[in-house]
């Protein structure tokens, strides 16, 4: 089965739509990555979500929806913080983690109790949901630990021969995955960075939001895993230790505008890590500075990107 990479026209997102309800799995762009989509009331094509990407079984998945109608189906005891946040942010690179409703099979939410949702800014992935009539879950379409895809080829690189389609939204606007924040009784907890900050929810829920404590780490099981890394070993470096370091073949990367590295951005850090194994760069060595640490997301990213386990 030869991958085949389509552009997102209705006629194309149709035929994407009805292959989700047979069954199968179906890759599609959002503003943020590129999902690995199936339907969320088809268990077998989940799992073959998790066997393809290699994913660790006790790691779910966000539900992906297209409108408001559909949160209230599948997750219970919905607190008025969530309709805050929906009114505000979605859709937008926001996933919000509420109680599951029973009828949510349990491989897509690794048997927990609750279920993460998120409704994707971007055409193609609304217009998805909508023909297949179904919420759909989807990881970021990557093998797991590797970078996220933000291009078709990117997917391609990572399932071609796989899965039957890609839609192609060209590259993701936004280019890292969306902010997951739960919902408790004691308020707001943050359990991934992204590009919507923990102070853009203070200010729309007027509470605090808590952030990455211990306590928390069980909770959401994609944190404790190493991440988004290329094959090359990641360093992170600030600009005067450079010429002590016996590098074999680095690619540098900096977030501000400096002589002999490439400019780092959200939009391009998963092609960065990518192009550095396309072209069998050993070290990929990122320059510390300020202003990448000022950026919450990105440089969680690339915390993730050097844990070696
Ligand atoms: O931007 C995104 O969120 C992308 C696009 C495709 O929507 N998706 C994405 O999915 O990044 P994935 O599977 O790569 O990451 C989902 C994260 C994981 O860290 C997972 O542990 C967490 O969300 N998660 C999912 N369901 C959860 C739940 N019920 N409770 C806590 N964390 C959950
Ligand atoms: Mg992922």
Do not use: W
């Not at 599609?28 to 199936?38: C, K, Q, R, S, W």
């Not at 291009?151 to 990572?158: L, N």
């Not at 490439?262 to 092609?271: A, I, S, V």
């Amino acid at each position: 089965m030869n991958t085949k990479c389509l552009e997102p026209s209705l006629e194309n997102i149709k035929m994407c739509a009805e292959a989700l309800a047979s069954g199968k799995v179906v890759a599609f762009p959002t503003e943020t990555v590129y999902g690995l989509g199936a339907s969320l009331f088809q268990p077998r094509a989940i799992d073959k979500i998790f066997h393809l990407k290699k994913r660790p079984s006790d790691n779910p998945l966000i539900v992906h929806v297209s409108n408001f109608n559909e949160d209230s189906k599948i997750a219970k005891k919905i607190p008025k913080d969530f309709y805050l946040l929906a009114e505000k942010f979605f859709p937008g690179p926001l996933t919000v983690v509420l109680e599951a409703k029973e009828i949510v099979p349990k491989i897509a939410t690794a048997n927990k109790d609750t279920i993460a949702i998120r409704m994707p800014n971007n055409e193609c992935a609304l217009k998805l949901i909508e023909y297949a009539e179904t919420p759909l879950v989807a990881p970021s379409a990557n093998l797991s630990g590797k970078p996220s895809s933000t291009r078709a080829s990117h997917v391609i690189e990572d399932f071609n021969n796989k899965i039957p389609y890609v839609l192609d939204g060209g590259d993701c606007n936004i280019g890292i995955e969306s902010t997951v924040v739960l919902l408790e009784e004691d308020g707001p907890c943050l359990l991934r960075p992204g590009s919507i900050s923990s102070e853009e929810i203070e200010l729309c829920l007027n509470k605090k939001v808590k952030t990455n404590k211990k306590k928390y780490k069980g909770c959401s099981p994609g944190m404790k895993y190493r991440h988004y890394a290329p094959d090359a070993f990641v360093f992170l470096k600030k600009e005067k230790d450079i010429i002590d370091c016996h590098f074999v073949r680095p690619l540098f990367l900096s977030s501000d505008q400096l002589s002999g590295t490439t400019l780092l951005t959200r939009q391009n850090l998963y092609e960065l890590f990518r192009f550095a194994d396309r072209n069998k760069f050993q070290e990929v060595v990122i320059i510390d500075s300020d202003s990448l640490r000022g950026d919450n997301a990105l440089f969680n990213r690339i915390e993730k990107a050097i844990k070696r386990k």
